[in-house]
């Protein structure tokens, strides 16, 4: 399920991806609206939905409110598939991401600028970076072959949200 079979691919995120209560866009290289971030409103924690551009659900991504440090888990189909901690380690923010059934994985850079990467257990899957795009606001996503494309994109959703003031 949206699998990237092919070379890199490069998706445009806004910074302020979404409050609460709105709805964002995830688009490609060619500027196609190929995946929607919906923060649903009323809820008592922060709950992100990921949707394909049909409106089907690929991944749920909400916080988790009874842990000591920040947290949000990822599931897709009713099932946790991620959970995504922020842990402090000297004076930089790292995230770890649980994966079940899988190997986790470590998100590390600068988180607040948009300047990081995802690694997996063979090494980067995922680059994140504001340098590609000159749109104000606006930063990349670029997913390595071979990769689960909504799981990383919910992650730097999880990212997003755990690691920026929302208002």
């Known amino acids: 399920m949206f699998r990237q079979t092919g070379p890199k691919t490069r998706y445009q995120m806004r910074e302020k991806l979404a409050s609460i209560g709105d709805d964002s866009w995830i688009e490609d290289d060619d500027g196609n609206e190929v995946f929607k971030v919906n923060g649903k409103a009323m809820r008592i924690r922060d709950t992100f939905l990921l949707e394909d551009a049909q409106g089907n659900e690929v991944a749920k991504i909400q916080e988790r409110k009874l842990h000591v440090r920040n947290t949000m888990a990822i599931e897709r189909g009713g099932d946790k598939i991620a ?37 997996g257990e063979h090494g980067k899957v995922a680059e994140i970076s504001k340098k590609w795009f000159r749109v104000r606001d606006t930063y990349g996503v670029e997913i390595e072959a071979d990769q689960d494309v909504p799981l990383l994109l919910a992650i730097t959703v999880a990212v997003e949200d755990l690691t920026h003031d929302r208002t």
């Open 83 to 119: 959970t995504v901690h922020r842990r402090l380690v000297g004076l930089r923010d790292h995230l770890k991401v649980e994966i079940e059934n899988g190997h986790d994985m470590k998100v590390h850079g600068n988180l607040v600028d948009h300047e990081y990467e995802i690694e």
